[in-house]
Nanobody, 125 residues
Framework: VQLQASGGGLVQAGGSLRLSCVFSGSTLSGYSVGWFRQAPGKEREFVVGIRWPGSTATGEDSLKGRFTISRDRTKNTVYLQMNSLKPEDTAVYYC???????????????????WGQGTLVTVSS
């Protein structure tokens, strides 16, 4: 399976963006998906994930209520909706997928076998 992340860009603080992660080579059915981000000079951080068939998990408390994950089977795409963006949300965002993952592993990057190339989100103050 290949993943293609897109939708990043420059947005002002308080704005919104929706990132897309398109599956190719396979349907997304049966795959759990996580979104991660990495800011310059920082480690990769778990943002939000959805385990097949539907339970979700969110990373640090500052993300809860602002970032949500969803999927559209008809478009073979998983989305990351980001609202009330802050300058500290600036990072490269990656989507990742795994066909074998338990709920407690959703936030662990090494649990994912497939990764997209990343899309840059820049939030200006």
């Amino acid at each position: 399976v290949q993943l293609q992340a897109s939708g990043g860009g420059l947005v002002q603080a308080g704005g919104s963006l929706r990132l897309s992660c398109v599956f190719s080579g396979s349907t997304l059915s049966g795959y759990s998906v996580g979104w991660f981000r990495q800011a310059p000079g920082k480690e990769r951080e778990f943002v939000v994930g959805i385990r097949w068939p539907g339970s979700t998990a969110t990373g640090e408390d500052s993300l809860k209520g602002r970032f949500t994950i969803s999927r559209d089977r008809t478009k073979n795409t998983v989305y990351l909706q980001m609202n009330s963006l802050k300058p500290e949300d600036t990072a490269v965002y990656y989507c990742a997928a795994s066909s074998r993952i338990i709920y407690s592993q959703l936030g662990v990057a090494s649990s994912y076998a497939h990764w997209g190339q990343g899309t840059l989100v820049t939030v200006s103050s």
